[in-house]
Structure formats: structure tokens, C-alpha cells
T-cell receptor, first 113, second 115 residues
Framework: GAGVSQSPSNKVTEKGKDVELRCDPI?????LYWYRQSLGQGLEFLIY????????KSGLPSDRFSAERTGGSVSTLTIQRTQQEDSAVYLC???????????FGDGTRLSIL | AQSVTQLGSHVSVSEGALVLLRCNYS??????LFWYVQYPNQGLQLLLK??????LVKGINGFEAEFKKSETSFHLTKPSAHMSDAAEYFC?????????????FGKGTKLSVIP
């Protein structure tokens, strides 16, 4: 079956603009996660969804970051008023349940000019 | 809180030589442990995992890892390196129990294979 799909694969935008990143998890996976991968910070957890609820948003770096999940499937990570420090690869992962191995997408490489 | 330390940000081996990538963890309870591999411009692929039971875990592509509680280690090995093994490898940990779904990653080790 299909793996985790993320779009776009690359996004270049100007500082101050809003961006939306999309994640299509593996069908049937109830748990969904967003991570950020940057040179300075490595891989950082951002947010976890169980179904459409986000019981753990502790990794979101500021209130400019938000995420939602609809229909227990697709998730969107939104960054408002982007800053240069937001430049990173944003990875989405999904799993059958919270205690099952996470499967990752190829990521969205975000570059803020 | 848990943490992961990967010794060596860059490891080079000759083709056919032993691969050894080191991972040590810190955790208040016995953790679940994972190794992921990342090829350029791709996401992370699960190589192997340890949850409970046998401490020697075999994964894909000929890799294996051994959980050593006394040493708080989970080193990754492969007897004979192949050119296709060149990639970045991440050790990760999470804690069993309700609410412990975050993966905490090490900084990664980039493996180069010399022909």
C-alpha cells in the first residue's frame, strides 16, 4: 500500500508569508505526528494527533505554528508570518496506534527567503 | 525525560568492513529503542526496533542491534558494509506507557562507505 505522502516536496517563500504543509498518512493509521529536521536542532517533535484530536502540542515552537487533522486522515501544518528560522525539513509520520512504529514521509523542505 | 547520544557524527568504513554505529540512551524506565535510516532527500525508514523480549534484534538490510541495559546502549552493527549503506542513521527512543508517543532522536551518524 501507499506510504505517508507529503506535499509539496519543496516550498520556497518570502519571510512574512503564511505556508501550509500537507500530510496524507497511511490508510488506517490513527496516530499522526509532525517533526521538524534542521541542521542546528536535529529532529524535533512538533505535535501528535490521535484521530482528529491533538493531545500533545508541546513541540510547536510558537503560536505562529498550528496544525489540524480532519476525517482522521489528512493533516495540515500551518506556519503564519514565516521567519527565516522556520527553514527546515518538516516530516510527517503515522502509526497504527501510539505504541506502534512510526512510518515517515519524505518531508517538505521549506526555505524562507 | 529521555535522551539519546550517538557517538560520532560521521563514520567511514571500507566496503566489506564491519559497520558499528553507537547509541547510548538515558531513560527513567526501560525504553523502546529504534534505529532509522535516512537517504538523501528522503524520509526516515525504520531499520529495527526493540520493545521487549530478545535483546538482539535483527532488522532489514542485514543490520542488527543489541539492547544492553547495563550499558544503556543500543549499538547498530552490520558484518559487511555495502556501498548502498551510505546514509544517515538515527537512533531514537520513546517510553512505554500511556502518553509516551514522542520519539526522541539522537543527532544522527552519517555513514560513508569507501570502495
Amino acid at each position: 500500500g501507499a506510504g505517508v505522502s507529503q506535499s509539496p516536496s519543496n516550498k520556497v517563500t518570502e519571510k512574512g508569508k503564511d505556508v501550509e504543509l500537507r500530510c496524507d498518512p497511511i490508510s488506517g493509521h490513527t496516530a499522526l505526528y509532525w517533526y521538524r529536521q534542521s541542521l542546528g536542532q536535529g529532529l524535533e517533535f512538533l505535535i501528535y494527533f490521535q484521530g482528529n484530536s491533538a493531545p500533545d502540542k508541546s513541540g510547536l515552537p510558537s503560536d505562529r505554528f498550528s496544525a489540524e487533522r480532519t476525517g482522521g486522515s489528512v493533516s495540515t501544518l500551518t506556519i503564519q508570518r514565516t521567519q527565516q528560522e522556520d527553514s527546515a525539513v518538516y516530516l510527517c509520520a503515522s502509526s497504527l496506534a501510539w505504541d506502534q512504529p512510526q512510518h515517515f514521509g519524505d518531508g517538505t523542505r521549506l526555505s524562507i527567503l | 525525560a529521555q535522551s539519546v547520544t550517538q557517538l560520532g557524527s560521521h563514520v567511514s568504513v571500507s566496503e566489506g568492513a564491519l559497520v558499528l554505529l553507537r547509541c547510548n540512551y538515558s531513560s527513567s524506565v526501560p525504553p523502546y529503542l529504534f534505529w532509522y535510516v535516512q537517504y538523501p532527500n528522503q524520509g526516515l525508514q525504520l531499520l529495527l526496533k526493540y520493545t521487549t523480549g530478545a535483546t538482539l534484534v535483527k532488522g532489514i538490510n542485514g543490520f542488527e542491534a543489541e539492547f544492553k541495559k547495563s550499558e544503556t546502549s543500543f549499538h547498530l552493527t552490520k558484518p559487511s558494509a555495502h556501498m548502498s549503506d551510505a546514509a544517515e542513521y538515527f537512533c531514537a527512543v520513546n517510553l512505554p506507557g500511556a502518553g509516551s508517543y514522542q520519539l526522541t532522536f539522537g543527532k544522527g551518524t552519517k555513514l560513508s562507505v569507501i570502495p
